[in-house]
């Protein structure tokens, strides 16, 4: 068990986390910080985690992975602070195969403790379907997290999650449109009116709207006056280290 523990650790120091802006209509600012994780290989390259993350799935070591996310964002908030620099919160990618471990809850208030960082600096997100079969254990879990203060996400609407009625199962704080359901939007009015009727059903059930892919003040604008409330993509800024963070 601990040479695992030691390989496992020296897998994960290859791993590096990486931030991009989020843009908060509400606040008139972007404070808050979605991350991708990334393994950087000698031998391989930049490996990006659309590659390795369904390797990891295949075992447990995606919950190492969403652990080690956790930690290495409570170091980065404390880096940014000593530099004056407010990291609001972070976004953080979970896997439904974590949120099924009972545990999870309390390893992630251990490692927040640890670090003397607040829950609500924290948002799972959420970005594959939650199978029937794990759907009350996973409602469990996010429940007991937002009971602590954590927020949570359900993200990438339009590849996952095909019906509206699926979401309304789950109390979240943020639902997220994926950037492929807004190409064309500026020319497209079907496109507008099935994205329109997306934001205004997250309304009637009381959370709030990500659009993540935006490219142009325009698409921004258009998104903001149908009432979308956050905003991310290549307009707001790229995934940067938290040292290019100012």
């Known amino acids: 068990m601990a040479e695992n523990q030691k390989n496992t650790g020296s897998r994960l120091r290859a791993i590096e986390l990486f931030y991009r802006p989020v843009f908060d209509i509400h606040l008139n600012m972007a404070i808050d910080y979605e991350t991708s994780m990334r393994i950087n290989d000698k031998v391989q390259g930049v490996i990006p985690e659309k590659v390795f ?23 980065a908030i404390k880096r940014c602070a000593e530099r004056e620099v407010d990291m609001n919160s972070v976004i953080i990618w979970v896997s439904v195969k974590t949120l099924t471990k009972k545990n999870f809850v309390n390893q992630v208030k251990k490692i927040v403790d640890k670090y003397g960082i607040s829950p609500d600096s924290f948002c799972f997100n959420i970005t594959e379907s939650i199978l029937e079969a794990v759907k009350d254990r996973v409602i469990e879990t996010i429940n007991a997290l937002r009971e602590l203060g954590f927020r949570i996400s359900i993200d990438d609407l339009g590849l ?3 019906s509206l009625s699926n979401l309304s199962h789950y109390d979240v704080d943020y639902i997220g449109i994926h950037k ?11 496109v507008q009116n099935t994205v329109q ?37 290549p307009y707001f800024g790229e995934f940067v280290k938290d040292k290019q963070i100012n």
């Open 53 to 75: 993350i369904p390797v990891a799935e295949k075992s447990n070591q995606v919950v190492q992975l969403n652990l080690w996310a956790v930690e290495e964002a409570c170091e």
């Open 160 to 162: 996952e999650y095909t």
């Open 180 to 190: 492929s359901m807004i190409e064309d939007i500026l020319y497209n009015e079907k």
């Open 197 to 233: 009727g997306i934001i205004d059903f997250c309304k009637k059930i009381d959370t709030q709207v990500i659009v993540d892919g935006i490219e142009s003040k325009e698409e921004f604008d258009l998104l903001n006056k149908m009432g979308a409330d956050r905003f991310s993509g």
